[in-house]
């Protein structure tokens, strides 16, 4: 059973960062599209980064472009998001999901296991 688990959401002031992790079980995520979307109330899911784990690149949404960092760790699993300089514009749900062969891994459509989400508030 496939099965992805975030952590590390909360509250943070504006400026502060926010390290979440996604820990996968139940596949292999080495080759996979690992991505982090976020929801806002009222607002979309929409993706903010992506990684293939097997080597390939990462994907950023502009507004989080210099800001946030997309990383892995094969030996636990698990796909990071680093994120600094936090604004109030960040605040949302954030969601982990992975996909095989998304057409394109900003596109939630693309994925075919998702995680429950975290929270993250910034305050200003």
């Known amino acids: 059973q496939v099965q992805l688990v975030e952590s590390g959401g909360g509250s943070v002031q504006a400026g502060g960062s926010a390290r979440l992790s996604c820990a996968a079980s139940?596949?292999?995520?080495?080759?996979?599209?690992v991505g982090w979307f976020r929801q806002a109330p009222g607002k979309e899911r929409e993706g903010v980064a992506t990684?293939?784990?097997?080597?390939?690149?990462?994907y950023y949404a502009d507004s989080v472009k210099g800001r946030f960092t997309i990383s892995q760790d094969n030996a636990k699993n698990t796909v990071y998001l680093q994120m600094n300089s936090l604004k109030s514009e960040d605040t949302a749900m954030y969601y982990c999901?992975?996909?095989?062969?998304?057409?394109?891994?900003?596109?939630?459509?693309?994925?075919?296991?998702w995680g429950q989400g975290t929270q993250v508030t910034v305050s200003s």
């Open positions: 139940g596949f292999a995520s080495n080759g996979a599209c």
């Open positions: 990684i293939y784990t097997g080597g390939g690149g990462t």
């Open positions: 999901a992975a996909g095989f062969y998304p057409r394109d891994p900003m596109v939630p459509a693309g994925y075919n296991y």
